[in-house]
T-cell receptor, first 116, second 107 residues
Framework: DTGVSQDPRHKITKRGQNVTFRCDPI?????LYWYRQTLGQGPEFLTY????????KSRLLSDRFSAERPKGSFSTLEIQRTEQGDSAMYLC??????????????FGPGTRLLVL | DAKTTQPNSMESNEEEPVHLPCNHS???????IHWYRQLPSQGPEYVIH???SNVNNRMASLAIAEDRKSSTLILHRATLRDAAVYYC????????FGKGTRLHILP
């Protein structure tokens, strides 16, 4: 198992364009999380899935953002009509939720987005 | 979500032990305590976690106070590669990252 992977690693786009990021979790992990991190700050929670179901969305996730995990494996995060404020590192993490054992999240390397 | 208090930054000499403290006085009785770290330009990385007993793994040790209101991450022999921001995270599912402790290692 190679861990959590994210694609692309870097994305430069112009304001107003749509972008889509992909995350491939560790196989058999039932939970998948998206976070966003801006320079000098800690990561901020955006949303998470348990299998195919999106269980929680942060208020940070405006209606321009949408995330899917159609088959309970990989996930995509789409940003429509990008704004310069969307420039950040987008991190994906996966975990195996096992009640009573503590849930450890494993993070991917992130996708760095720059909106010009 | 339990709130945490960690020093903003700490310094240690290379090959010396490092003790990183965390207060989590509002932790619930069933919350695990996780520690993650983030090296420069990388995603966060799991370090260790525990519930009540002290824990050891190849990376670090975790000492948990008897009342569970605080914990200490122990790096036994710090190396330059341990320079990172260390986050103490009580609880499971979504992670609410605080500011963490930025650890500087002096050669």
């Amino acid at each position: 198992d190679t861990g959590v992977s994210q694609d692309p690693r870097h994305k430069i786009t112009k304001r107003g364009q749509n972008v889509t990021f992909r995350c491939d979790p560790i196989s058999e992990h039932n939970r998948l999380y998206w976070y966003r991190q801006t320079l000098g700050q800690g990561p901020e929670f955006l949303t998470y899935f348990q299998n195919e179901a999106q269980l929680e969305k942060s208020r940070l996730l405006s209606d321009r953002f949408s995330a899917e995990r159609p088959k309970g494996s990989f996930s995509t995060l789409e940003i429509q009509r990008t704004e310069q404020g969307d420039s950040a590192m987008y991190l994906c993490a996966s975990s195996l939720s096992s009640p009573g054992l503590g849930e450890t999240q494993y993070f991917g390397p992130g996708t760095r987005l720059l909106v010009l | 979500d339990a709130k945490t208090t960690q020093p903003n930054s700490m310094e240690s000499n290379e090959e010396e032990p490092v003790h990183l403290p965390c207060n989590h006085s509002t932790i619930s009785g069933t919350d695990y305590i996780h520690w993650y770290r983030q090296l420069p330009s990388q995603g966060p990385e799991y370090v260790i976690h525990g519930l009540t007993s002290n824990v050891n793994n190849r990376m670090a040790s975790l000492a948990i106070a008897e009342d569970r209101k605080s914990s200490t991450l122990i790096l036994h022999r710090a190396t330059l590669r341990d320079a990172a921001v260390y986050y103490c995270i009580p609880g499971d599912d979504k992670i609410i990252f605080g500011k963490g402790t930025r650890l500087h290692i002096l050669p």
